[in-house]
């Protein structure tokens, strides 16, 4: 039975996200956000398993979609091959980063190793980033690979080298490495991560989103005039959004912006972060 609802995890929720950049209106924060659900150690815990056997299945099914060429399949199966904290995993994925003539499986390879946090595998991420002219994607990836251990295995000198990483690569960054730098900065957090969603507010196409970041952050003065702007919007998931900012803020006047909001203006919206809603936690504005 476990194994079952394994499978029906991964082919369910473990989704390739890489997938959307093929649609037409692929939102790098959209994606991010997704990833970082998937990445979150809540998930990790409650579905990695010691299943070997699944873990075999998992590679073989891996290898038959690089057969077929499918990249879709490939990007599900090395996700899920890292939920499984087995020797044949992990040597797989280390093999990956060693061999593989695919850029794109060589780069998800050494971020699913590196989620996995076993610092016995951590000298082939490091070997692999000392090769000579990386692309931006081998950066992205090994940046997510270094903050992953610099951030939740304690290692600061990797958490300096992945934001010294990030900063040249990620402010002027093509939208599927953007989504990288949106999971990595949001993982990091403090200072780095808000200079780099205060700069991003400056692309049009991505500042609602941005600041949704930013109020996660804790960001409220520059972000709540934005979101109270988009709740004018005629695309209803830009009206969420600014109703998940303007929730996220908690001030009486934020919550009043939500509560006053047009039915017809919100029948998409999700409105869980009101449903325990307290006025005694209301945060007082300046």
Not at 89 to 113: G, V
Not at 240 to 267: D, S, W
Request: aromatic share 12%; with cysteine.
């Amino acid at each position: 039975m476990k194994r079952i609802v394994l499978i029906l995890f991964f082919l369910a929720i473990i989704i390739p996200l890489s997938a959307q950049m093929d649609d037409y209106d692929y939102n790098p924060y959209e994606y991010a956000e997704e990833e970082l659900f998937l990445t979150s150690f809540e998930i990790r815990d409650r579905y990695e398993s010691d299943d070997c056997a699944a873990a075999i299945e998992t590679i073989n099914n891996f290898r038959n979609a690089a057969a077929r060429g499918d990249e879709k399949e490939k990007y599900k199966y090395l996700r899920a091959i890292s939920f499984y904290r087995c020797k044949e995993s992990f040597d797989f994925l280390e093999t990956q980063i060693k061999r593989s003539s695919s850029e794109t499986d060589r780069c998800n390879a050494i971020m699913f190793l590196a989620w996995m946090l076993e610092p016995d595998y951590l000298p082939c991420i490091l070997e692999y980033a000392g090769k000579p002219a990386l692309s931006i994607q081998e950066k992205a990836a090994i940046a997510t690979a270094f903050m992953i251990f610099g951030v939740h295995d304690d290692m600061p000198a990797l958490k300096e080298q992945a934001i010294a990483i990030l900063e040249e690569v990620c402010y002027d960054a093509p939208t599927d490495v953007l989504a990288s730098c949106i999971v990595n900065y949001m993982n990091i957090g403090g200072d780095a991560a808000i200079d780099f969603f205060t700069a991003q507010l400056e692309q049009e196409e991505f500042r609602l989103y941005a600041a949704l970041f930013l109020a996660e952050l804790g960001e409220y003065e520059q972000t709540f005039p934005i979101f109270a702007a988009a709740l004018n919007s005629d695309d209803e998931y830009e009206v969420h959004t600014a109703v998940m900012g303007l929730a996220e803020i908690g001030t009486e006047e934020a919550i009043q912006l939500i509560i006053n909001l047009p039915e017809e203006k919100n029948r998409l919206t999700i409105r869980e972060q009101l449903i325990n809603f307290n006025p005694k936690d209301i945060k007082k504005g300046d």
